[in-house]
């Protein structure tokens, strides 16, 4: 197992100091991109409560993460179903022979 490695990033104007075992750089564009997320949340609104902003970029991002699964739960649905069509035109074809 690896060892922690700190990375300090800035989201939202606060410093935070994460640890984990992932790439610095990897770190760096999740924190930005929840940055970018609460930016895009505080600019199309009057909130101005930092918690507030944190928890409706959240919700935003969990929603994006949440539609991503569901489209690849159906892109593999229909390719397991694909993958039966073909087999089972092989099978047919395979009996001809």
Do not use: C, W
């Amino acid at each position: 197992m690896l060892d922690p490695r700190s990375v300090t990033v800035t989201i939202y104007g606060h410093e935070y100091t994460l640890k984990g075992e992932a790439e610095p750089e990897y770190v760096e564009k999740v924190a930005e991109f929840v940055d970018r997320k609460m930016r895009e949340i505080a600019e199309g609104s009057t909130l101005v409560s930092t918690t507030k902003v944190a928890i409706l970029a959240a919700i935003n991002i969990a929603d994006e993460l949440l539609r991503e699964r569901r489209k690849r739960q159906e892109a593999l649905a229909m390719l397991d179903d694909r993958t039966g069509q073909i087999a089972a035109l092989l099978e047919k074809e395979m009996e001809k022979l």
